[in-house]
């Protein structure tokens, strides 16, 4: 095995303890700053919204805590609001990376989220510079780490400035948390693995003079705003040192013993455990350029988050629209660590 990929080395959960004590010793926390330029008109919705964004501060932090203690780590919190619905998904924010092995540079497109019910999901182009060999696609679930059963159709590639395009389609959903194993299937050389995690969210919603107004809680992160305008108000935690990124994927799995969907003035009570964590992808000796890591994000609240990574603390480059994969971004640093927790929620209303 490449010291690249490490997802069954030993004390996974003692290294993301370490990384995390890193992580959060390096957050910072933007509420103030943004919600003071975004404060609503209507008075108690103001009031009401700075109520949710305080609990949920506080569930956040509670997550942090439970990453750092490891599997099985678990809370019990409450959270009340006078009116207004409060919901689980599993969807939420889609994250896909394209890591390459070696000095292959790659690239994809068509993890777009464009139907709710994700029917569209089982295509996509993958882009290899400068090379065109016969490849292999294999589908793995992140959550269990098995390989699922699927049908794969590649048609060969397609050349365009030097960019080999390889269409591949699936027999099977590529939503919820999978990886993409890439080889070439003559030499059974590792080209590349793709990561696909939709994070999932939790969202209270409620009304004011102006339109509806969310606060959303994905990914280690508080996202406030309405549809069409969103912030990232608290950050998600992140290391990025002396040209090392340690980026963590925090996603939610709904629980199946209480409702997800509840509306109405009401306590309501969660249950949260960590039920895995894991590191995904860590670059030991990565010597590539600035185009190797990238990384994709869709969903509603995609451009708060492409703001973050981008011009808010300057982790990641954007390439220009025009390009093939317009919307990519790419890391600027040489070594990067992809660690990777899963969360159950449950909610009932006390």
């Known amino acids: 095995m490449s010291g690249m990929y490490k997802r069954d080395c030993y004390a996974v959960s003692e290294v993301i303890g370490i990384l995390f004590v890193l992580i959060i010793a390096t957050t910072a926390i ?19 919204v700075e109520n ?38 599993s969807y939420g924010t889609r994250f896909v990376f394209c890591l390459p092995h070696s000095t292959y540079n790659c ?20 882009y290899l510079y400068n090379d065109s060999p016969t490849l292999n696609f294999s589908l793995y679930s992140l959550g269990n780490n098995t390989k699922l059963e699927y049908y794969l159709n590649s048609s060969p590639p397609t050349v365009s400035n030097n960019w080999y395009e390889y269409s591949v389609s699936f027999n099977h959903l590529i939503n919820g948390a999978v990886r993409i194993d890439i080889y070439n299937e003559t030499s059974g050389v590792f080209i590349a693995e793709l990561f696909v995690i939709d994070v999932g969210s939790l969202t209270y919603e409620t009304q ?30 992140v290391y990025n040192s002396d040209g090392a990124l340690v980026l963590r994927i925090l996603q939610i799995q709904p629980g199946s013993e209480m409702g997800t969907n509840i509306g109405g003035g009401a306590t309501y009570r969660f249950f949260t455990k960590i039920v895995k964590n ?3 992808y860590l670059s030991d000796d990565m010597q590539y350029s600035n185009s190797s890591f990238k990384m994709q994000i869709f969903g509603d609240y995609a451009d708060a988050w492409i703001s973050y990574f981008t011009t808010r603390n300057n982790y990641f480059d954007q390439y220009d629209s025009s390009s093939f994969d317009a919307g990519t971004l790419h890391v600027n640093n040489t070594y990067f660590t992809l660690a990777y927790s899963i969360y159950t929620l449950d909610l009932r209303v006390i």
Do not use: C
């Not at 933007?30 to 009401?48: A, E, G």
């Not at 690239?107 to 993958?126: E, R």
């Open 52 to 89: 949710l964004l305080e609990q949920f501060n506080t569930f956040d932090g509670f997550l942090n805590e439970m990453v750092g203690e490891g599997v099985n780590s678990s809370r019990i919190f409450a959270v009340t609001a006078d009116e207004g619905q409060i919901s689980i998904t």
């Open 107 to 126: 690239t994809v497109s068509g993890f777009s989220l464009n139907d709710l019910d994700y029917s569209d999901n089982i295509n996509f182009n993958f």
């Open 278 to 280: 894991d590191i995904l």
């Open 30 to 48: 933007s509420s103030i700053t943004i919600w003071s330029n975004i404060r609503m008109s209507d008075q108690k919705s103001t009031i009401r």
């Open 208 to 237: 004011s003079n102006s339109g509806n107004s969310q606060v959303i809680v994905e990914n280690g992160g508080i996202v406030f705003g309405r549809p069409g305008s969103y912030y990232l108000i608290n950050e998600p935690t």
